[in-house]
């Protein structure tokens, strides 16, 4: 099995893992990510359940980014000057996230506190950090484990009014951009298996900004998807569940038809 430094196409992150065999068919099928939920949702687990989950695809005495001396906030691209453009931060940072040469676990978050997402984040322990909800970017700088921001989209989002308020092209914050569809009528955000319009991210692309992209995302549309919006990577759930359980033909077909793209 290829290593996810070695892999050529886009990043592909499994979100909302619950077991160790869903975690297992995931990295087999080549997942560069492993998402699990922290936040309410009917895909939330405990603790337990995620270090079963770390120890099924974590290699026996493997570390995590939690393992920062000191607890210092992991440096998204070390060495890049701190004025350094958005696109050249967010290149540095996607290659230094793929370099670990696993599956990455990260844990996802909706506006929670700080003091839980720390502890969980130790005690799994998480490679990364997924602020899911409405919290603020410098958030970010507090996590000692990269952090990968989301950013909802919806019909009035604009990608150049969002760069022009700095948050989402923030250097030196969070470690990676997640685009996912701004869902109305629900507190819970993720997971709902709805899209958005794929040429909106575009937007970013085209700014050289690499980039997650999620929302309504299937074995059978993830190509069209990544052709449109071209991003860095892109992260599904409910797109590869049948009945609410992970489907490991789902999954290897996603992995699949997203590396042919």
Avoid: Y
């Avoid at 992209?213 to 409910?238: F, K, Q, T, Y």
């Avoid at 590869?240 to 999954?251: F, P």
């Amino acid at each position: 099995m290829d290593t996810p430094s070695q892999r050529a196409g886009p990043v592909v992150k499994i979100c909302g893992v619950r077991t160790a065999e869903a975690a297992v068919a995931a990295a087999d099928a080549g997942a560069d990510i492993i998402g699990m939920i922290f936040a309410p949702s009917p895909r939330l687990i405990d603790v337990a359940t995620a270090r079963a989950i770390a120890q099924a695809v974590r290699p026996a005495g493997g570390s995590s980014n939690s393992d920062n001396e000191d607890g210092a906030p992991w440096d998204a691209a070390a060495g890049v000057d701190q004025g350094a453009a958005a696109a050249e931060f967010f290149a540095a940072s996607a290659k230094r996230l793929m370099a670990a040469g696993r599956p990455l676990l990260a844990g996802v978050f909706q506006n929670q506190p700080l003091e839980h997402i720390l502890e969980v984040a130790r005690a799994v322990p998480l490679d990364l950090v997924q602020l899911h909800g409405t919290e603020p970017v410098a958030m970010a700088r507090q996590i000692p484990v990269p952090v990968i921001k989301v950013f909802h989209v919806d019909d009035a989002f604009s990608v150049d009014d969002a760069a022009r308020t700095g948050d989402m092209l923030a250097t030196h914050h969070h470690a990676a951009i997640l685009l996912d569809t701004k869902v109305a009528g629900t507190a819970q955000q993720g997971g709902h298996g709805v899209s958005f319009d794929w040429t909106i991210a575009r937007r970013l692309s085209d700014r050289g900004v690499p980039f997650l992209m999620a929302g309504g995302l299937v074995p059978e549309n993830v190509a069209e998807a990544i052709g449109v919006g071209r991003p860095w990577g892109v992260d599904v759930s409910s797109g590869v569940e049948t009945d609410r359980v992970k489907d490991a033909d789902k999954i290897r077909a996603f992995v699949a038809n997203a590396r042919l793209a």
